[in-house]
């Protein structure tokens, strides 16, 4: 790290406390979601003589629209950054973050399903501040600790499921204190957000030493932006594989938490409680494994066998008899090595083949793409929820899988200097 950069402050932190923040939101949705729309919930939203199939096609959409309003917002952030500075879009963007938990709380508490899908909204077109943070990163890495600081974002990540369903499915239950709510655990994210703004305020330097010359806003830059994904020498060979893996941990995470209630019978206490679990391992993954493997392999080395081990892991879960709760604690160590590494060094990589002057916006355009790679599944999965909840774990592990053959076909390590 640049040492003028330590005596102005930390950027590390920041970034740290942004990605915890915002997977914070994503985690507090996992143990609530079940609870809006499944028979006989005290904070079911969905109208009188809507089926449980109903209830799965209406999550399937609203989980969607949060990385739909990304797709279109992350390139454009990450093209501001370079050109106007990292901290002013970040702070920008998590103080959108912030309103936007307080409207799905609101939303919550009235039933108010427009408004549910207008904060989803709201908070998806801030949420492309993920690119951002990322794009910090490659400013102040160097090619020795480049793998080791993007793997402390992935800790972030993380944290952020350790804390998220914890936090959701405990202020989610009237049984810890008769006042909270499905709603309580958005307020609390809201006022997180807030403080987050604050931190990056106070502990953000301004990275960027080169700004882009020029600047041109293009509202449907995204469709350009995935084609670019999908022809530039360099990213075109890794973004078919970060779409595919997106694609699959969507249709993991938008519905397991219904898959543990209708299979396990939990309750949004036992699925928080679970998901810390899976997190805790994630944690340890990625803030200390990361950095002992990054020094003995290169990325597209790990990078060749972790998408196969997540997609064979995944599948383990259907092997698990209705009842036995303790083997599902047998899954959570193995599956957060396999998709902890992954999730570090696919940005890792991305950012060794690009040229420094646009970190933002390649890792945009990657914001972007994995947006899309998670929008569209959540729809599609909301449907095949309907036949089987378990149905959408077969799809994840089928999509990690390919992500896997892909990347094995198209990456070729001699066309680029692996020695970075």
Not at 314 to 339: D, K, S
Request: glycine share 8%.
């Amino acid at each position: 790290m640049d040492k003028k950069l330590n005596k102005k402050g930390n950027p590390l932190l920041a970034v740290f406390s942004t990605i915890f923040i915002d997977m914070l939101g994503v985690g507090i949705l996992i143990p609530v979601f079940p609870l809006l729309i499944l028979p006989h919930s005290p904070y079911r939203i969905t109208p009188t003589g809507w089926s449980v199939a109903d209830g799965f096609i209406l999550l399937g959409w609203l989980s969607a629209v949060y990385p739909l309003a990304q797709f279109f917002a992350a390139p454009v952030l990450g093209q501001l950054s370079d050109r106007y500075g990292r901290k002013i879009v970040l702070t920008v963007s998590i103080i959108g973050t912030s309103l936007s938990y307080a409207l799905f709380a609101i939303g919550v508490a009235t039933k108010n399903i427009p408004l549910m899908f207008i904060s989803r909204i709201v908070d998806g077109l801030t949420g492309g501040n993920i690119s951002v943070a990322q794009a910090v990163i490659a400013d102040i890495s160097t090619p020795k600790n480049r793998a080791k600081n993007f793997g402390l974002v992935g800790a972030a990540f993380g944290l952020g499921f350790i804390f998220g369903p914890y936090v959701g499915g405990k202020l989610a239950d009237p049984h810890v204190v008769s006042w909270f709510s499905a709603s309580t655990a958005f307020w609390f994210a809201a006022i997180l957000s807030a403080i987050n703004a604050v931190v990056v305020i106070r502990f953000l330097p301004e990275t960027i030493k080169k700004r882009s010359a020029k600047f041109t806003l293009h509202i449907l830059e995204s469709f350009s932006n995935v084609i670019k994904a999908f022809t530039n020498t360099g990213i075109k060979n890794i973004t078919p594989s970060t779409f595919l893996f997106n694609a699959g941990f969507t249709f993991f995470t938008t519905f397991f938490a219904v898959f543990l209630a209708v299979r396990f019978g939990f309750s949004q206490g036992n699925t928080g409680d679970y998901f810390a679990y899976f997190g805790i391992w994630i944690a340890v993954v990625q803030g200390g494994l990361i950095g002992i493997v990054s020094k003995k392999f290169k990325d597209y080395q790990v990078l060749r066998y972790s998408f196969f081990g997540a997609a064979i892991t995944f599948m383990t879960y259907l092997l698990i008899p209705n009842g036995q709760h303790r083997w599902l604690f047998v899954i959570p160590p193995v599956l957060a090595l396999f998709t902890g590494m992954t999730q570090a060094f696919l940005p890792s990589i991305i950012s060794r083949v690009t040229p420094k002057e646009i970190q933002g916006e390649t890792l945009g355009i990657n914001t972007s793409v994995s947006a899309l790679a998670q929008a569209i599944p959540a729809i599609i999965a909301g449907y095949v929820a309907t036949i089987n909840t378990s149905a959408t774990v077969i799809t994840a592990s089928a999509l990690i899988g390919l992500a896997g053959l892909v990347f094995w076909v198209l990456f070729k390590p001699k066309k680029f200097n692996t020695n970075i």
